[in-house]
């Protein structure tokens, strides 16, 4: 059985998750200390909240270089909605806040969008990889056994916005606006939806997760 | 199209699903747990959960029934019913809610929703509104499912939880839930006419025709829906299967 870390840093769907990763088969632990994050073999970041709010609570807990600490040494991390938000450079919610700074980018909010579409995006959008990618672009990915065009379930105002082209893995388009929903930088992987509350497909999207450990 | 959700709602008390009329007069319909389990696999994209009488017996939500609905469901859930502080709205999320809605705590407290906001981010509050028309073509707010009179203006009051961050409203017809009689479409137009966040209508579904004629008429962005889903006319794959053919965009 595989096992996985889940971080909690009090700003989470811990038990969304837990059980999700449990029905795929893996063994989830809890960690909130910063020797038990950089212990971990697999890491995931969740997140349901604000920027500010989950950055305060990693730094509160002593997590902040546990987590930079643990992303460069190149094992698996996986960042959930806002999880995958704190590990980027910058946030704007509330003003700016210096994020975890494992990915380069910036989270920011969503611009304005055509007649009809309001925010948060709180929907089942689909998932695309970038224009132009080559059909294997997801291999070796948790959307490795995604067909393009499924359908995951969003919950945001902000998105992230990756500084590099490159790690974009995946897009979606909502009021005509596309945006990275899935990134992949390295060992970091982060997706905009909740792959624990999307169904079949999202437990697909974690089962490949654990079976690329 | 912009993608429209359709959301199985499970009223609770105590351990039972119930279902009323303009809700009032409930009876016990069946399990919430099979009957969450039988939504999330006939295609529902997401569940509310109600605990009807919460707060009319100033009794707090059932954590435990909440987790154990939890436990095989694998779309997002939205929890109600006395919720009214940061402490609770925590617990409710740790028992494997993704969202909250608050209709009763709110109005006693709407400072609770710009606390909720900052610490849990907009996209899990949900303000609740039960709105019952009055001879004058307004809708007064209701609480302690449609219980109470408030003497708040439904639409004032949708227009101040959205000033104090909410991130979704839940649109409840008193006098269309659960007649089975279609929506009260000139209370859904008066929301999405000026609000930002997503709209979701509740009360009156009464076919796939009823549903797609609230979402074309008004530009609500989710339609929950009660009795139609219970008594087992209509599973959520076949409303949307309908919606879809109509050009709706839908999860199907």
Known sequence: MKTVAIVDYGAGNLFSLMKALRYVGASPTLVETPEAVEGSEALIIPGVGAFPAGMKALQE??????VQTYAQS????????????????????????QGLGCVPGRVIKFPDLAPGYRVPNINWNPVEPPEQ?????????????????????????????????????????YGGFPFCSVYRRGNIVGSQFHPEKSGEVG??????????? | MKPIRLISRIDLKGKNAVKGIQLEGIRVVGDPCQMAQRYYHDGADELFLLDVVASLYERDLDLELIKHIAQQVFIP????????????????????????????????????????????GAQCIVLSIEAKRKTDGQWEAYTESGRQKTGLDAVAWAKRGIQLGVGELLITSIDAEGMR????????????????????????????????????????????AASMFHYMQYTPREVKAVLHKAGIAVRV
Request: charged share 15%; proline share 5%; aromatic share 8%.
């Open chain 1, 133 to 173: 990618a080559s059909p294997k672009y997801w291999q070796g990915t948790p959307l490795a056994h995604t067909l393009p065009g499924s359908q995951y379930y969003f919950v945001h105002s902000f998105i992230c916005e990756p500084e590099d082209d490159q790690d974009i893995l995946a897009q979606t388009t």
């Open chain 2, 181 to 224: 009689a279609g929506f009260d479409l000139e209370l859904m137009n008066a929301i999405t006419a000026f609000s930002p966040v997503p709209v979701i209508a509740h009360g009156g579904a009464a076919s796939p025709a009823s549903i797609q004629q609230v979402i074309v008429k008004t530009g609500v962005d989710a339609v929950s």
């Open chain 1, 74 to 97: 190149g094992k698996p991390l996986l960042g959930i909605c806002l999880g995958a938000q704190l590990l980027m450079s910058d946030g704007y919610e509330f003003g700016h806040t």
């Open chain 2, 77 to 120: 859930i939205t929890v109600g019913g006395r919720i009214r502080s940061i402490e609770q709205i925590r617990e409710v999320l740790r028992s494997g809610a993704d969202k909250v809605a608050l209709n009763t705590g709110a109005i006693a407290n709407p400072s609770v929703l710009a606390h909720a906001v900052e610490a849990f």
């Open chain 1, 61 to 66: 807990r002593g997590l902040v270089s546990a």
């Open chain 1, 203 to 213: 437990l697909q999207f974690l089962k490949t997760f654990l079976d690329n450990l």
